[in-house]
């Protein structure tokens, strides 16, 4: 049940300890690089000074803006022969931000996200076909490696080309799979259009989603369609990739392995922490990472403390799942909502089908909100006022979700573009 | 007993242009077509000669397409006949979900196509006030 039993469900106090230590290595560490040295030094910070989470509060937060700043090596801490990877994701405005690896790095991340895939159940009899990008998006070398120190039969197919996803699946009988959840609804379909029951004429029964905001009622969906077990997964390549949190059996809420982490939750405005329940931003600090040490990152990534303990028996603290990004909430007539909301009702929806799209335009000075939802083929009946009384219902549901009334066009399946399998979410062509 | 194919469209051009390509294309021959639409989007319901193969046609492109039974009663072309039937209905307590008709040979012969909720009893009502219904194979031979 447990990869590493004594770490996992390490009584508080001892965890708290062992972040202690490894706090105190890391700011040694943070302290090496250019950046830290000289932000220490200007705040006239010693490192022997920074002892515990509260003292590390009294740092400013680290943003993707300061790693851009920072290319391309203000945040190394180690000689760059002891680099064996990097990792580099490019912002838009075309500079990058890059991660660097030791070995040791690298050993200790393939261990993190071992821990993850053995919690949920996969073992070494698994045959693991892993979805995602390779290269520098940390989404597919990370669960790779991962699923090989399992010693699962790991297929490095990559993302994309669904005709070979599917002949890959059935003919290795593939039973765990990484997958974007947006991709698997589509896949879903896809697999369907061959004349294939993706429950049936499949053998899946382990399904790991991540790398965007899903839904609940999105997991549930893939769920359905696919027979298996679907678990959320949660990284970013600033904190290593996929393994920073994970969902445990019991599937209500995601560790996040305090022992690589010191994890905050706070006000995206004031920067004032949540209390547990409230919805913020989550920030966290690498404490098991040598070449690149990141101290308050702050991920744009909104969730909430989960502070019961968990049946399961691990301490490190839950997380929600994520509710949205900080940056991709869009703002109509005034009101915030996040694509999320969005999600949730309509995959709450039977007659709804897999994709939708959120069209944002400016007409007369005024912003509208149009949502095109594409139909479900099978419960289609040929009835129009049945189809018309499910335009109302979504559009009545979205209105009491996101507080403003949206329209509602029904499409056919299929129709709606998608940008290398992944689904495009949101379509502002607002003109201010 | 006569069936019908509807068909989910978008109230986009060239929506309808498709449909009736591809069952050209399949073959088959469209007897009778109408279409209602509402808040951007409608269906489109269509007689033709085969009709299970048109829907598993039109299914097989992914295309939402429901198959069903529907009654198609031969009328006079002549002022009357279709209140006729809807009298016969009405006393007998059936409602009409939805009708279209169309004429077979001006001023001879018609056919209303009509969807009520009781199928089989309708039917027999029907017949038994000495109306003539039609099958799939006596639609394409009108
Ligand atoms: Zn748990």
């Known amino acids: ?432 | 007993m006569a069936h019908q194919i509807s068909v989910f469209a978008e109230n986009k051009p060239g929506r309808i242009e498709k449909i009736t390509r591809l069952l050209l294309q399949g073959g088959i021959n469209i007897r009778a077509i109408t279409i209602s639409s509402a808040n951007g989007f409608g269906v489109i319901k269509i007689l033709v000669n085969h009709p299970h193969q048109a829907y598993e046609l039109l299914r097989a492109q992914g295309i939402p397409t429901y198959l069903q039974e529907v009654i198609a009663v031969v009328m006079q072309d002549a002022p009357g006949s279709l209140h006729a039937v809807a009298q016969v209905l009405s006393e007998n307590g059936v409602n009409i979900e939805d009708a279209y008709g169309f004429v077979i040979k001006s001023g001879e012969m018609a056919v209303l196509v009509i969807q009520v909720e009781s199928q089989p009893r309708a039917q027999s009502i029907l017949e038994r006030n000495g109306f003539r219904l039609l099958s799939d194979e006596e639609i394409y031979h009108l």
């Open chain 1, 1 to 432: 049940m447990y990869w590493e039993k004594d770490l996992e469900i390490m009584p508080r106090e001892e965890l708290v300890k062992l972040q202690r230590e490894r706090l105190h290595k890391t700011i040694l560490q943070a302290a090496k690089t250019p950046f830290y040295r000289k932000q220490f030094a200007k705040l006239h910070i010693t490192p022997e000074s920074i002892q515990t989470l509260e003292d590390l509060q009294n740092l400013p937060f680290t943003t993707k803006e300061d790693l851009r700043q920072g290319f391309p090596f203000k945040f190394l801490a180690v000689p760059l022969e002891e680099v064996v990877r990097l990792h580099s994701s490019s912002g838009t405005t075309g500079v990058p931000t890059v991660i660097y690896h030791s070995a040791e790095d690298l050993d200790r991340w393939t261990n993190q996200v071992a821990r993850c895939l053995y919690m949920v159940g996969v073992r070494k009899t698994d045959v693991f076909q892993n979805m995602m990008s390779y290269g520098l998006f940390t989404g597919g070398l990370g669960m790779h490696y991962g699923a090989e120190r399992l010693g699962a039969l790991t297929i490095p197919i990559g993302a994309g080309n669904s005709k070979r996803q599917i002949w890959f699946l059935q003919f290795f009988k593939t039973t765990a799979a990484h997958i974007l959840p947006s991709y698997a609804l589509l896949l879903a379909n896809l697999i369907k259009s061959e004349g294939l029951d993706p429950k049936k004429d499949l053998n899946l029964r382990i399904m790991l989603i991540g790398a965007e905001p899903h839904s609940e009622e999105t997991r549930q969906r893939i769920e359905e369609l696919y027979g298996a077990k679907a678990y959320n997964s949660y990284g970013l390549s600033e904190m290593n990739g996929p393994g920073v949190a994970f969902e445990c059996p019991y599937q209500n809420g995601m560790h996040l392995w305090e022992d690589y982490y010191l994890l905050e939750i706070v006000n995206p405005q004031t920067g004032e922490p949540c209390a547990s329940g409230e919805v913020g931003e989550i920030v966290l600090t690498t404490i098991y990472r040598d070449a690149t040490p990141i101290l308050r990152y702050r991920t744009r990534d909104l969730a909430s403390f989960i502070d019961e303990p968990c049946p399961c028996g691990r301490t490190h603290r839950r997380i929600s799942r994520i509710q949205g990004r900080s940056d991709d909430m869009f703002i109509v007539r005034g009101v915030n909502i996040f694509p999320i909301q969005v999600e949730k009702v309509l995959m709450g929806i039977p007659e709804v089908g897999t994709n939708y799209r959120i069209v944002l335009e400016r007409e007369d000075y005024r912003d509208v909100m149009r949502v095109e939802v594409e139909i479900k083929s099978e419960l289609f009946l040929g009835d129009l006022q049945k189809l018309e009384r499910l335009r109302e219902r979504i559009q009545s549901e979205l209105r009491s979700e996101i507080l403003v009334t949206p329209e509602v066009s029904l499409v056919e399946p299929g129709t709606l573009p998608t940008q290398e399998g992944k689904a495009q979410r949101v379509l502002d062509q607002r003109k201010f």
